[in-house]
């Protein structure tokens, strides 16, 4: 139901095989792009994915390693033929920043539509999705995101016979319509649904110190994707001084949040093999996973 590709993996600087920070989300026909670090337009070709349909860009925050493949990302939309306006997400000043940015990318065949995050938690909808972006502890202010597809209950047929209502409306009231008739009968659709189902939940972070925040907003998520930017023992002091985390202290999270899996990312460039700490933070939470760049998963909802 919902597709999740990691496409790159590195935080500060690209390396040769590793892409700066960017994941991508497919729902519905519609892409939703979370930070577009330099190479992620190599990255989504080396995956077999086009920039073609991305409806939403979010953005975490502006540091460079975050955003500086965007002019490329818009020009390469631009010349494949888009129309339809683009949709940037990001911290105040979102607009400000992204027109400074895109100074080399001007001339632009499709409008760019902004939307500004300004409080500590902010819910909207984009592309069929919840989505709720929530502040982290980092040195500039940065988002992290929550995005939830939400399930209704199951359609009971005898209930809708019970109650009289004519087939031709049924399909409409499953899919959470109210109905008034031309003979005035108002229709509702819990008078045909039992109680919501488990619907799907992605979480992404990055660029942040543990937050009580990001374990509230990861809560049961069935992936959660979180910097670890340092493994190393010796590096827990750097990354409080920097404003980062651990691979250890995300997994930490992940177990306080109950969620699902756990994804690794933003590694430092000075980490040329994250793999080689994968059972020692599997300890802590047994179902992470120290990602690569290119990374792909297909979310669906359990069954009943």
Not at 21 to 28: K, S
Request: glycine share 8%; hydrophobic share 35%.
């Amino acid at each position: 139901m919902i597709d999740i590709c990691l496409l790159g993996t590195g935080g500060m600087m690209p390396l040769p095989n590793r892409w700066l920070t960017a994941m991508m989300m497919r729902y519905n026909g519609h892409s939703i792009l979370v930070d577009c670090g330099e190479g992620t337009q190599i990255a989504l070709k080396e995956v077999g994915w086009s920039p073609k349909p991305i409806d939403v860009i979010l953005f975490t925050h502006f540091h460079a390693d975050h955003i500086s493949g965007l002019p490329g990302m818009l020009l390469t939309m631009g010349n494949a033929e888009r129309t339809q306006p683009l949709l940037i997400i990001g911290p105040r000043n979102v607009e400000r920043v992204v027109e400074s940015v895109r100074i080399i990318a001007r001339d632009l065949p499709f409008e760019i539509e902004y939307k500004e995050l300004t409080g500590n938690e902010e819910e909207f909808e984009i592309c069929g999705l919840r989505c709720n972006a929530y502040k982290v502890s980092h040195n500039v202010t940065c988002y992290g995101y929550t995005f939830e597809l939400d399930r209704t209950g199951k359609f009971d047929v005898n209930r809708a016979k019970d109650a009289g209502i004519d087939v031709r409306y049924w399909n409409r009231l499953q899919k959470g319509e109210s109905i008034t008739t031309p003979e005035g009968q108002t229709y509702t659709p819990d008078m045909v649904l039992g109680p919501a189902r488990k619907g799907l939940k992605v979480t992404y972070c990055t660029d942040s110190r543990p937050t009580d925040a990001i374990v509230r907003n990861a809560y049961r998520s069935d992936l959660f994707i979180c910097e670890g930017m340092y493994a190393e023992e010796d590096k827990l002091d750097k990354a409080k001084e920097h404003k980062h985390m651990t691979f250890y202290e995300a997994a930490e999270m992940a177990a306080e949040a109950e969620v699902k899996e756990l994804w690794l990312t933003h590694y430092s460039p000075s980490l040329p093999n994250p793999r080689a700490y994968a059972k020692e933070v599997q300890k802590i939470f047994e179902s992470t996973v120290v990602a690569k760049d290119g990374r792909v998963t297909e979310l669906k909802f359990e069954e009943d």
